[in-house]
């Protein structure tokens, strides 16, 4: 497949209201109603890049790649084919929904769902942040990044590579603290842009169906207004900032009401895969990136 970028995601939640003051005060995006009774949240020219629908749980749904049209989807269709993949080519009243010509959706060997898309509809409608972020960095990239659970990590890594058409940026070996002997891996994949990782994949589970998704701002003010944004609303912070040694984003985590986290940044590398060395890092950070600092959150709300 030709894949040009994370287009959006999808998340399920118990709380729209709770998810609309996440989206419109701390993240800076705007929202509309969608067609299913839920959300569209807004963060450049697109009707959407995060569609949250109403449901029974907390949880990340789905992952949405785009192909630049009906010429790539078609191929994408073939390659699914000759696979033997399972898919779903979806009807009208699903594309309109997401806001595309057309979509199928197939789900990886480790029960990700990916949604392949064509054609979005939009009405260039200037983007306009409720919290005055100036812009995400969106433009012939995607959206960002998503990072998914991948239980069958061997399995998933080659569909992804084999199938879909992504090829390795890099790869960390996660040892956790207090384990003896235990790795798992870590694989940050990169399809037809020039962002570091547009999907990275976990080799454990997990519960919310994601780890993180990635946003990028154009500056550092940006992301320091959103950590003011986050600790008054209360958000559960999942990290403090730091700065990544393999796509160099400064950053900082934070809970989403859907229970993955929202990784928020600037400064994310753009590389020249003609020129691009993989390479196994064995630091996450150069700096900061305190993962500790949810259970602290947690400890003092607890006392």
């Not at 959103?226 to 609303?233: N, Y």
Request: proline content about 4%; some cysteine; overall charge negative.
């Amino acid at each position: 497949m030709d894949i040009r970028g994370l287009a959006y995601v999808v998340a399920e939640t118990t709380d729209l209201a709770r998810w609309r003051t996440y989206a419109e005060g701390v993240l800076g995006m705007s929202t509309t109603p969608s067609p299913d009774g839920g959300l569209y949240l807004r963060m450049d020219e697109r009707q959407f890049r995060f569609a949250i629908q109403p449901g029974l749980r907390d949880a990340y749904v789905a992952s949405g790649w785009e192909v630049l049209g009906q010429a790539g989807f078609d191929a994408a269709l073939a390659t699914l084919e000759g696979a033997g993949v399972d898919f779903v080519l979806e009807d009208a009243a699903f594309c309109a929904r997401r806001c595309v010509q057309q979509a199928a959706s197939f789900r990886d060997p480790s029960g990700n769902r990916h949604e392949v898309v064509w054609g979005f509809q939009s009405d260039f409608e200037r983007f306009n942040s409720p919290a005055g972020v100036s812009r995400f960095v969106t433009e012939g990239i995607g959206m960002g990044h998503t990072v998914l659970p991948a239980p069958e990590f061997a399995k998933t890594a080659a569909f992804l590579k084999d199938v879909m058409g992504f090829a390795v940026s890099d790869i960390f070996n996660f040892r956790p603290p207090g384990t003896e002997g235990v790795v798992l891996p870590i694989h940050f994949l990169h399809c037809n842009n020039g962002r570091h990782h547009s999907l990275a994949i976990a080799g454990f589970p997990v519960e919310s169906g994601c780890v993180h998704v990635m946003v990028e701002v154009e500056d550092m003010p940006e992301v320091g207004r959103a950590i003011d944004r986050m600790r008054a609303h209360r958000v559960v912070q999942s990290a403090t900032l730091g700065q990544h040694t393999n796509d160099r984003m400064t950053s900082f985590y934070m809970r989403t009401p859907s229970n993955f986290d929202i990784e928020y940044g600037y400064g994310g590398a753009v590389l020249d895969w003609d020129e691009h060395i993989v390479h196994e890092f064995t630091r996450v950070s150069l700096w900061g990136h305190d993962f500790t600092v949810s259970q602290q959150q947690l400890l003092n709300q607890d006392a």
